[in-house]
Antibody
Framework: QVQLQESGPGLVKPSGTLSLTCAVS?????????WSWVRQPPGKGLEWIGE???????NNNPSLKSRVTMSVDKSKNQFSLKLSSVTAADTAVYYC??????????????WGQGTLVTVSS | DIQMTQSPSSLSASVGDRVTITCRAS??????LNWYQEKPGKAPKLLIY???SLQSGVPSRFSGSGSGTDFTLTISSLQPEDFATYYC?????????FGQGTKLEIK
């Protein structure tokens, strides 16, 4: 059973950088999966942030422009998200998830429990 | 970006009812459509992938259909634990986008 767990500061100051890590357990990290980040502002819907392959290749949401940096540490079975120049609009529950791609399509089949990050001074 | 539009945004129903939620894509996405269930304080849970495949462990009362731009999620007989918010998501092209959600409430 694959498990994911987010960790990182719950409070970030405006204009600062949000940094989160997702630890993966119960499965091989270096398989054909895309490791993803999704966020949900309070009372709103889900927004896909981006994904990273175990090789380090990434796909990002252009809506976040160049503020997103993702990385992977295979030795620790974890991947990370950095979001720079944050504002109150970045306040959200941040989820990490495993993206699985079969021949017929891709989907997010395992999710972390989510972590609330608040941007406030 | 591909826009995903769900209808209705909210829905009241009773235990035992048959419920259908619709998701429409702004362009053809073949069958690259997934459905998730979200309950308060919990992570989203994958229900249906590639439009009609039931995720392991998900009750068979859930089913999905559609291709191209129009998709549906059907719950054949609502159970108390099904009252939640449902999201569709396209995985045809990045950025992967979600519908705005459908909140299913008890009548």
């Amino acid at each position: 059973q694959v498990q994911l767990q987010e960790s990182g500061p719950g409070l970030v100051k405006p204009s600062g950088t949000l940094s989160l890590t997702c630890a993966v357990s119960g499965g091989s990290f270096s398989t054909s999966n895309w490791w993803s980040w999704v966020r949900q502002p309070p009372g709103k819907g889900l927004e896909w942030i981006g994904e990273i392959y175990h090789s380090g290749s990434t796909n990002n949401n252009p809506s976040l422009k160049s503020r997103v940096t993702m990385s992977v540490d295979k030795s620790k079975n974890q991947f990370s998200l950095k979001l720079s120049s944050v504002t109150a609009a970045d306040t959200a529950v941040y989820y990490c998830a495993r993206g699985y791609c079969s021949g017929t399509g891709c989907y997010l089949d395992y999710w972390g429990q989510g972590t609330l990050v608040t941007v406030s001074s | 970006d591909i826009q995903m539009t769900q209808s209705p945004s909210s829905l009241s129903a009773s235990v035992g009812d048959r419920v259908t939620i619709t998701c429409r894509a702004s362009q053809s996405i073949s069958n690259s459509l997934n459905w998730y269930q979200e309950k308060p304080g919990k992570a989203p849970k994958l229900l249906i992938y590639v439009a009609s495949s039931l995720q392991s462990g998900v009750p068979s009362r859930f089913s999905g259909s559609g291709s191209g731009t129009d998709f549906t999620l059907t719950i054949s007989s609502l159970q108390p634990e099904d009252f939640a918010t449902y999201y569709c998501q396209q995985s045809y092209s990045t950025p992967y986008t979600f519908g705005q959600g459908t909140k299913l409430e008890i009548k």
